[in-house]
C-alpha cells in the first residue's frame, strides 16, 4: 500500500488573511451528472491552452498549468507562499492578470499532456462547481520535495499550497463550500533497467486521453524516476465511477498487459480525498468499498 504512516492522513490549514487507472470494475453504478452546464467564474478566464507551454518538466515541476488562469485581480493568482514560487518578479505577476487580446478557452491543462485530447472540458455538464474550483486549484500542484517518490502521500506534493489557492478561489466565486469528496488514485513504482521508454510514454499518453474522454479526470500529475527508477504518479478524479469509466479502453489494456515487461514493482492505492466546510481543511482516507 501507499507509504504512509497511518491509513488517513489529515490536515487542517489556517485560513489566510486575505493515469493509467486501474479499479476493480465490479458492482460499479454509475451517477447522474449535475444539470449545470457550465460555470461563470467571476475572478478568472482560461488562457488558450496554445498560449501556454507544452514543456513536460515546467509542467510537471514548475506548475506551469498555472500560467493558464488569467485573474481580474493580480492578488489572487499568488497562492499561500511555499518553498517555491509559481511567479516571483512584477513582469512574472502581471502576465496572469487579464490583458487586451488574450485568447481564452474552456479547456483546462490538467496534466503534463498540454496537447489537444488532453485537456479538461470546462463546459461539460457533468462537472460540479466543486470539481471545477478543485480542478483549477490543482493546477498549481507540484512536488514539495525532492524525494516525492518515497516520501509519504501527504507530504510528496505541495497540497497546503493547493487548499490556499481553493480557498481563495471559492471566496472569488461566492460559492460556498460544502464538505465534498473525491476520488484519489496513486500509483507507486520502480521500472526494470532497459526498458522502452519511447514505448512506456505512448502508453501513459494514449491512456490518458481515453480517461480525458470520461469527463471527469480533474488533474493527472507525474515525475520522473529517481536514481533507483523509483517514481510517484497521481489522479484526481470527480468520482469513482468517473475511473472506471476512464480505465475501460483499449490502451488502457495494453498499459495493464505491458506491466511485467516494464516494471520491477507497482503498487496501486485508492484513497478518498475530502475537502472540509469552507475548505478549512482536507484529508486523505483509504479508499475501502
Request: net charge negative; glycine share 6%; aromatic share 10%.
Amino acid at each position: 500500500m501507499i507509504q504512509v504512516h497511518d491509513s488517513r492522513i489529515t490536515i487542517k490549514t489556517p485560513l489566510p488573511p486575505l493515469e493509467v487507472s486501474t479499479i476493480d470494475t465490479s458492482e460499479v453504478a454509475l451517477t447522474p451528472p449535475e444539470s449545470k452546464s457550465s460555470l461563470h467564474l467571476h475572478s478568472l478566464h482560461l488562457l488558450d491552452p496554445e498560449c501556454v507551454t507544452s514543456e513536460f518538466d515546467k509542467l510537471r515541476f514548475e506548475a506551469a498549468a498555472h500560467d493558464q488562469l488569467v485573474f481580474h485581480d493580480k492578488q489572487l493568482h499568488q497562492p499561500a507562499a511555499d518553498n517555491s514560487t509559481l511567479a516571483t518578479s512584477e513582469q512574472e505577476r502581471n502576465k496572469t492578470v487579464s490583458q487586451p487580446g488574450q485568447v481564452f478557452s474552456t479547456l483546462l491543462i490538467s496534466s503534463p499532456y498540454n496537447t489537444p485530447g488532453h485537456h479538461l472540458d470546462f463546459s461539460s455538464p457533468h462537472l460540479t462547481t466543486a470539481s471545477r474550483l478543485l480542478a483549477l486549484a490543482l493546477t498549481a500542484l507540484k512536488p514539495s520535495t525532492p524525494t516525492y517518490a518515497t516520501a509519504p502521500y501527504g507530504q510528496a506534493l505541495n497540497f497546503d499550497t493547493v487548499l490556499a489557492l481553493l480557498r481563495d478561489l471559492i471566496h472569488e466565486e461566492r460559492f460556498e463550500w460544502k464538505e465534498t469528496s473525491f476520488y484519489v488514485v496513486v500509483f507507486r513504482s520502480q521500472l526494470k533497467e532497459g526498458i522502452d521508454q519511447e514505448w512506456l510514454y505512448r502508453l501513459d499518453e494514449e491512456s490518458h486521453r481515453e480517461a480525458c474522454e470520461s469527463g471527469g479526470l480533474l488533474k493527472y500529475w507525474f515525475g520522473k524516476g529517481d536514481g533507483e527508477r523509483r517514481n510517484l504518479a497521481t489522479c484526481f478524479w470527480h468520482s469513482r465511477e468517473d475511473a472506471y469509466k476512464g480505465g475501460l479502453g483499449p490502451w488502457h489494456r495494453k498499459a495493464r498487459a505491458a506491466g511485467r515487461e516494464l516494471y520491477e514493482s507497482i503498487v496501486f492505492s485508492t484513497y478518498r480525498l475530502t475537502v472540509t466546510d469552507g475548505v478549512e481543511g482536507y484529508a486523505f482516507e483509504e479508499w475501502v468499498k
